[in-house]
């Protein structure tokens, strides 16, 4: 009963008129910004973080929240009707999705993507409900050496686990590892890297970085992008799928809920990976997989489910552990921590109503996510009639006024352009900058908590490996590291042997025949 009742007073957290109304509002800007290509979640949360501000802190999170998971259903819209994924995360719906429309099945492709999500999102927040408390009291445990080991294992799953070039990957993290640095020291007060800048004595805030990089430079780089033609939408009729796609969607479903749950709380994970898994493997064990491609129900499904579970279940290691698992948490984060809460294994106990409050909005906001996504189908595909010419500058413009308003600060708009440049430039020549982030957000965290820790072991780092728990996670930090290598070694060994073989009876062959 110690349990529940902590989980019930969430829920009159979220009924409040106030919370409910920005529940709604996320929601709404989340599937909007799911359906509008180029313009994410996390560049969005990036952008309206100034607005945090001037509400209460678990009614902010619960708007965040609701754009993070909204946009997953927006990304279906104009992936099945204009074979357009407005998502990351619904690259692969359009696979089956959009030749789903072509014969005539729109609304099913829609009503299946809309179910799926709903059972994926919802399987995914009671898994929330009962895994995080678990965690956080495992958590309770940890300490500087635990969180060192966490932080740089965390860091570096993101950079080898991520989709694009590791080796780039892992350069920008190293990038914001050092802008982590920039300030004075916290243990000796000197200052590092501030050029005898008075304004980065303190550092070099958040908010500047994730709205530069995010939201500036995504608007730039989506510009100079050629947006294609709006197409005519295929008409959605016969929303509710029948008793066939059902039965072949419903084992999908189940799988995606259960993938995509574990993928979320990976580090490096999230909803883009989930989606991917989920149809690699729905094709894989799939008896006919020459139907996925032209028009397959569970190629729907399947990954429709997994995304929203996983977009879920992100939450678990930023609230439990105060660890973002992908680059949209690393802005959730930093937006707790502006609104003076720091997430971790202490949420669960000192900020209950904020926990349970954001965890239960959640349910609300899936609720309100089934009803409003096929409705609003065609309103949505409307927007997308609207000129990138039109929307990037209004867009920009907002950003650097909401830059502005932070501290009333120049400087702040400054660095806001510094940093767009610097997130467009990283876009061009492949870098992406959710590594980055990630590594700032975290390198804090790292930094103090392995300073500490070496005091702690009078400098030796092989004390690291006199705690079970940071020798764990050292271990896979190492078997992360190595393994890829050690990978590519053995295909290189296996494919220079294979060509020594074929040589070789290519050579035989030729000695036969001239006998």
Request: net charge positive.
């Amino acid at each position: 009963m110690d349990f529940f009742n902590p989980v019930i007073n969430g829920f009159s957290v979220v009924l409040e008129p106030m919370n409910l109304l920005y529940c709604l509002i996320g929601v709404v800007i989340g599937m909007l910004i799911g359906v509008l290509p180029g313009l994410g979640p996390a560049a969005t949360i990036a952008i309206l973080l100034p607005l945090t501000y001037s509400v209460e802190p678990v009614t902010a999170i619960i708007m965040l929240a609701g754009i993070f998971y909204g946009a997953q259903y927006g990304g279906t819209i104009t992936s099945v009707l204009l074979r357009l994924p407005g998502e990351a995360s619904s690259v692969v719906t359009v696979f089956d999705g959009y030749q789903m429309a072509r014969q005539g099945k729109a609304g099913t492709a829609l009503g299946l993507a809309a179910i799926g999500s709903f059972i994926g999102g919802t399987a995914a927040i009671i898994g929330l409900t009962f895994l995080a408390p678990v965690v956080a009291g495992f958590a309770l445990d940890f300490g500087p050496a635990e969180y060192s080991a966490l932080a740089m294992l965390g860091i570096l799953l993101v950079a080898t686990i991520s989709g694009g070039s590791k080796a780039k990957a892992l350069i920008a993290a190293s990038v914001g590892l050092l802008l982590a640095t920039v300030g004075r020291d916290v243990f000796t007060g000197e200052s590092r890297f501030t050029f005898g800048n008075l304004q980065l004595a303190d550092g070099i805030d958040f908010v500047p970085i994730a709205m530069g990089l995010f939201g500036l430079g995504e608007i730039l780089y989506n510009l100079e992008e050629r947006h294609r033609a709006a197409k005519a939408p295929s008409k959605v009729s016969n929303v509710w799928p029948s008793k066939t796609d059902l039965k072949h969607a419903s084992g999908a479903i189940t799988r995606g809920s259960v993938l995509g749950f574990f993928l979320g709380i990976l580090p490096g994970g999230g909803a883009t990976i989930a989606s991917m898994a989920s149809y690699a493997m729905e094709k894989k064990r799939a008896k006919h997989p020459e139907r996925f491609g032209k028009g397959a129900p569970e190629g729907v499904a399947g990954p429709e489910t997994a995304n929203n579970a996983a977009a879920t279940s992100s939450f678990i290691p930023l609230l439990t552990l105060g660890i973002p698992a992908n680059a949209t948490m690393a802005l959730m984060f930093g937006a707790l921590l502006i609104q003076g809460v720091t997430p971790g294994p202490q949420l669960v106990e000192q900020n209950p109503d904020l926990f349970w409050g954001v965890v239960n909005s959640m349910y609300i906001g899936n609720i309100l996510l089934l009803i409003m996504s096929l409705p609003l189908v065609g309103i949505f595909v409307r927007i997308l009639r609207v000129r990138a010419a039109i929307l990037a500058p209004i867009t920009a413009l907002i950003t650097l006024l909401g830059a502005y308003t932070i501290n009333n600060s120049m400087f702040d708009v400054a660095l806001v352009v510094f940093f767009g440049v610097l997130g467009y430039l990283m876009k061009k020549f492949g870098f992406e900058p959710g590594p980055l982030v990630l590594a700032f957000v975290l390198g804090e965290l790292l930094e103090s908590s392995l300073r500490r820790s070496l005091l702690v072991f009078g400098g030796d780092p092989t004390g690291f490996f006199t705690r079970p728990i940071s020798a764990t996670l050292l271990v896979v930090f190492v078997l992360v590291a190595v393994l890829p290598g050690v990978r590519s070694m053995v295909a290189k060994r296996k494919g220079t042997t294979a060509a020594a073989a074929t040589a070789g009876n290519v050579t035989n062959q030729n000695i036969k025949e001239k006998v």
